[in-house]
């Protein structure tokens, strides 16, 4: 005998078995689901009314993201955010077809970084992202990856604290103001991540950038944290601040750190060797 279940104004008939009988329209969602529904199409009718009624999986693919509970608090996962966005992220802004698509991206030879961003944007603002390979252009030698996460309400969030271009980025006064050593070094770290080069040898660290006002507020940031660093200089097309010494490689060891493993071994086997000898008169003033 069929069986007739009316749900959410939606009336479905299933056979004995409860399957759904073919040729049957409708199908059982919840009032919420149908309400968010009626939202989107709205909003897509006002965009494209020349479509009518075929959305197709627009309406599925589509759905708001909406960001985790107190994802404005600053913690050292956000810190680290504003870190990489000061380097090599970015966030974007795209003319689609459906009006515009926003969110941030990361492109990097390291997949162990592109995975340690993600992880921290997961952690903060709940926002998932795509990891694709990016094949190698005249500029390039190595394999890239890149990794996009799509989400017009953290794109809004962010774009708050900076446009965190190229030449224009700065550091957010919430980093420059505040006085937890941890919420610091966090964001120096996403920095160094980026910018940041470990010599072959492991006994300097070398960071570059084009833009010499956030390279000077980076500057501060490790003065503040006890580590010495030189004045900014030029070579090539780039401003650089450059990190050398035992004592200083070695805080900045311990208290900012690498997430790269083949930056991470090069320091830490040049303070490896480094402790087999007794500091000198000039080191033990920084030790």
Request: with cysteine; aromatic share 12%; proline share 1%.
């Amino acid at each position: 005998m069929n069986e007739q279940i009316s749900i959410a104004s939606v009336l479905v008939e299933r056979d004995e078995k409860g399957r759904f009988i073919k040729g049957c329209k409708g199908r059982e969602i919840s009032e919420e689901e149908r309400e968010q529904r009626r939202q989107i199409m709205k909003a897509y009718h006002t965009l494209h009314p020349e479509n009518g009624k075929r959305l197709g999986n627009w309406v599925i693919k589509n759905k708001r993201k909406e960001l985790k509970t107190e994802y404005d608090r600053l913690t050292t996962e956000k810190a680290y955010v504003f870190g990489v966005l000061c380097g090599d992220g970015y966030l974007f802004k795209h003319k689609c077809r459906t009006g515009y698509s926003y969110g941030l991206g990361l492109t990097s030879i390291d997949m162990e970084f592109i995975n340690h961003f993600l992880k921290y944007i997961k952690e903060q603002y709940g926002i998932d992202g795509k990891i694709r390979f990016v094949k190698n252009g005249e500029w390039s030698r190595h394999q890239r990856y890149r990794l996009r996460c799509f989400s017009k309400l953290l794109y809004m969030e962010l774009i708050q604290y900076g446009s965190f271009g190229i030449k224009t980025w700065h550091t957010p006064s919430e980093i420059l103001s505040c006085d937890n050593e941890n919420i610091i070094a966090a964001f120096l770290k996403g920095f160094v991540d980026s910018e940041g080069c470990v010599s072959r040898t492991g006994y300097q660290i070398t960071i570059s950038n084009t833009n010499r006002v956030g390279l000077n507020q980076i500057r501060q940031l490790l003065l503040k944290l006890g580590i010495f660093v030189s004045e900014i200089y030029a070579s090539n097309t780039c401003l650089n601040l450059r990190i050398t010494g035992y004592p200083n490689l070695r805080i900045f060891y311990h208290k900012v750190g690498l997430t790269i493993s083949r930056k991470k071994t090069r320091l830490e086997n040049y303070l490896n060797k480094q402790t087999e000898r007794p500091l000198t008169e000039e080191e033990s003033v920084y030790a």
